[in-house]
């Protein structure tokens, strides 16, 4: 069975500091990673994935297969970066449905 | 706004009442699924379609749920007597199949269900 766990419900940093949200997941075969970022009164939208390797928002996060980890980590936070964020997976293309299994979220609050 | 679009936004309803809910997908997006979200918990997968078949419900998906995507565009999630306990926001999202096995999927806004 697909799992991910993301041990914090709430982090909480000052503006500026860097930021790690942590993510570790359990598959038996080869997973996509993806962050997905919910901030308020809007909807769940994509923040990155683990096969483009982009930076979006100074976010990266890095696919530790050793580990099980895909922690998403910024040098310096932002005020705007205050949101519900999401650690998911699915499986990588081929037959099947790609459905996404999430984390429960960790909610991240920077304080000005 | 070219998004996924969920109606209605808000539901409440009595416990032992159906309730439906619809979901228009991006257009031409082949790939559409069904998620529920508690109270802090992520969102889990009920079910998913590519075109108009159904082809994997999750056990989660009793045999009171049953969802719909007739000519392959838009998709409904009935709920038949509701319980307490199927008050979640409902979720649905949406996902174009490519070659090179790209799988963003574009979630709507919800429809969150509250039973009394």
């Given at each position: 069975?697909?799992?991910?766990t993301?041990?914090?419900k709430?982090l909480?940093?000052?503006?500026?500091?860097p930021?790690e949200?942590k993510?570790?997941?359990?598959y038996?075969?080869?997973?996509?990673?993806?962050?997905?970022v919910?901030y308020s009164?809007?909807?769940?939208?994509l923040?990155?994935r683990?096969?483009?390797?982009?930076?979006?928002?100074?976010?990266?996060?890095?696919?530790?297969?050793?580990?099980?980890?895909f922690?998403?980590?910024?040098?310096?936070?932002?005020?705007?970066?205050?949101?519900?964020?999401?650690?998911?997976?699915?499986?990588?293309?081929g037959?099947?449905?790609?459905?996404?299994?999430?984390g429960?979220?960790?909610?991240l609050?920077?304080?000005? | 706004d070219?998004?996924?679009?969920?109606?209605?936004r808000?539901?409440?309803?009595?416990?032992?009442?159906?309730?439906?809910?619809r979901?228009?997908?991006?257009?031409?997006?082949?790939?559409?699924?069904?998620?529920?979200?508690?109270?802090?918990?992520?969102?889990?997968?009920?079910?998913?379609?590519?075109n108009?078949?159904?082809l994997e419900k999750?056990?989660?998906?009793?045999?009171?749920?049953?969802?719909?995507?007739?000519?392959?565009?838009?998709?409904t999630?009935?709920i038949?007597?509701?319980?307490?306990?199927?008050s979640?926001?409902?979720?649905c999202?949406?996902s174009?199949?490519?070659?090179?096995g790209?799988?963003?999927?574009?979630f709507?806004?919800?429809?969150?269900?509250t039973?009394l």
């Amino acid at each position: 069975a697909q799992r991910v766990t993301q041990p914090e419900k709430l982090l909480s940093v000052f503006k500026g500091a860097p930021v790690e949200l942590k993510c570790n997941y359990s598959y038996s075969g080869s997973p996509e990673l993806f962050w997905y970022v919910q901030y308020s009164r809007q909807r769940l939208q994509l923040l990155l994935r683990h096969i483009s390797r982009e930076s979006i928002k100074g976010f990266t996060a890095d696919l530790n297969k050793g580990e099980t980890s895909f922690h998403l980590k910024k040098p310096f936070a932002q005020e705007e970066d205050s949101a519900m964020y999401y650690c998911a997976l699915s499986r990588v293309h081929g037959a099947g449905s790609y459905q996404l299994t999430f984390g429960k979220g960790t909610k991240l609050s920077v304080i000005p | 706004d070219t998004g996924v679009s969920q109606d209605p936004r808000h539901k409440i309803t009595k416990r032992g009442q159906n309730v439906t809910f619809r979901c228009d997908p991006i257009s031409e997006h082949n790939r559409l699924y069904w998620y529920r979200q508690t109270l802090g918990q992520g969102p889990e997968f009920l079910t998913y379609f590519q075109n108009e078949a159904q082809l994997e419900k999750s056990r989660l998906l009793s045999d009171r749920f049953s969802a719909e995507r007739p000519k392959g565009s838009f998709s409904t999630l009935e709920i038949q007597r509701t319980e307490q306990g199927d008050s979640a926001m409902y979720l649905c999202a949406s996902s174009l199949i490519r070659t090179s096995g790209d799988n963003e999927q574009f979630f709507g806004p919800g429809t969150r269900l509250t039973v009394l």
